[in-house]
């Protein structure tokens, strides 16, 4: 089952510019994570954050999570060709993570 | 360096021959799993294990096995490959079960089946 629902599903912007994903969820949840995954590559945890917080960084990185809502947005800003890959997020279940099915960001150089 | 090393990372085959995907982390993790991942049909977990000889099916574990002899090994076994289970593979390991850290991600075995 696909908790994590994100959109858009496809980004492309320049390089500087920000870039914003987001992500809903159904069920409540202890923590939302975000991960990255460079084309047909293994995922890569980016940040964590967790259900009694609002909002976290982590350098080029802003999460916020609105548990009210249900939903959680990814910011990165000043983006680099390096940033193209595809983003998820995550929600943990018993025994596993449930992923949305992720944006695919594209940073034009 | 942390990391999950899955072998191989590309695997051609043929229908009903046995293949094993090896998987093994440097973490002292309990807590491992598999993932495959299709198009339009994202990330499904197949098995996981919360420790040594524990391990449960996920959400597609039908033509797969798994074993956990050793916390630092988790094995996926197709007995008899069929073609729907070509995909793109990932193992997984986590210091807590509940998911309450991060996962580690192996580099993914990208299985075809002819």
């Known amino acids: 089952s696909q908790q994590g629902e994100e959109d858009p599903q496809a980004l492309s912007i320049q390089e500087g510019e920000n870039a914003t994903m987001n992500c809903s969820y159904k069920?409540?949840?202890?923590?939302l994570q975000w991960y990255r995954q460079n084309s047909g590559r293994g995922l890569v945890h980016l940040i964590l954050i967790r259900s009694n917080e609002r909002e976290k960084h982590s350098g080029r990185l802003r999460v916020t999570l609105d548990t009210s809502k249900k939903s959680s947005s990814l910011l990165i800003t000043a983006s680099r060709a390096a940033d193209t890959a595809s983003y998820f997020c995550?929600?943990?279940?018993?025994?596993?993570?449930?992923f949305g099915q992720g944006t695919t960001l594209q940073v034009k150089p | 360096e942390a990391q999950v090393t899955q072998n191989p990372r590309y695997l051609i085959t043929v229908t009903g021959k046995k293949l094993t995907v090896t998987c093994s982390q440097n973490m002292n993790h309990e807590y491992m799993s598999w993932y495959r991942q299709d198009p339009g049909l994202g990330l499904r977990q197949i098995y996981y294990s919360m420790n040594v000889e524990v391990t449960d099916k996920g959400d597609v574990p039908e033509g797969y096995k798994v074993s956990r002899k050793e916390k630092r090994n988790f094995p996926l076994i197709l007995e008899s490959p069929s073609p729907n289970q070509t995909s793109l593979y990932f193992c997984?390991?986590?210091?807590?079960?509940?998911?309450?850290?991060?996962?580690?991600f192996g580099q993914g075995t990208r299985l075809t089946v002819v």
């Open positions: 995550a929600t943990p279940s018993t025994g596993k993570l449930i």
């Open positions: 997984a390991s986590n210091l807590s079960p509940t998911g309450s850290t991060e996962a580690f």
């Open positions: 069920t409540s949840i202890n923590n």
